[in-house]
């Protein structure tokens, strides 16, 4: 099952090492099938509420994979210069299979 990376980024400092980031988060992802799924405000449209900041959402093949890729030591050897660089919350949360009903969770 589908597993997603989703960071809620604030208070960007974009700078040389942000920029630095950007250069080499891709390379860290490669070797477990990580792909891009939002980047950055992606032109929000807020139905309810204020929200600030922005939304990067990353998929991976599995939970595995998606672990896996943050531990690396190619993903934490830059994950500094992110974390220096802004606030922000970071989750893994998994998809849900094809034919999902909200009243799924109920059973």
């Known amino acids: 099952m589908t597993t997603y990376a989703i960071a809620h980024l604030?208070?960007?400092a974009f700078g040389p090492e942000i920029i630095a980031y950007l250069e080499g988060i891709?390379?860290?992802?490669?070797p477990?099938?990580?792909?891009?799924v939002l980047h950055g405000d992606g032109n929000k449209h807020?139905?309810?509420?204020?929200?600030a900041g922005d939304i990067i959402m990353l998929s991976f093949p599995d939970r595995k994979a998606a672990e896996?890729?943050?531990?690396?030591?190619?993903?934490?050897?830059?994950?500094p210069l992110r974390?220096?660089?802004s606030d922000g919350d970071?989750?893994?949360i998994d998809g849900v299979e094809s034919g999902h009903k909200a009243t799924d969770i109920l059973d």
């Open 10 to 12: 604030r208070n960007v």
């Open 83 to 85: 974390t220096r660089n």
């Open 46 to 51: 807020v139905l309810e509420g204020a929200f």
């Open 26 to 30: 891709d390379v860290t992802m490669a």
């Open 32 to 36: 477990y099938g990580g792909a891009f």
């Open 90 to 92: 970071v989750l893994l």
């Open 68 to 79: 896996d890729w943050y531990a690396s030591p190619a993903y934490q050897d830059i994950l």
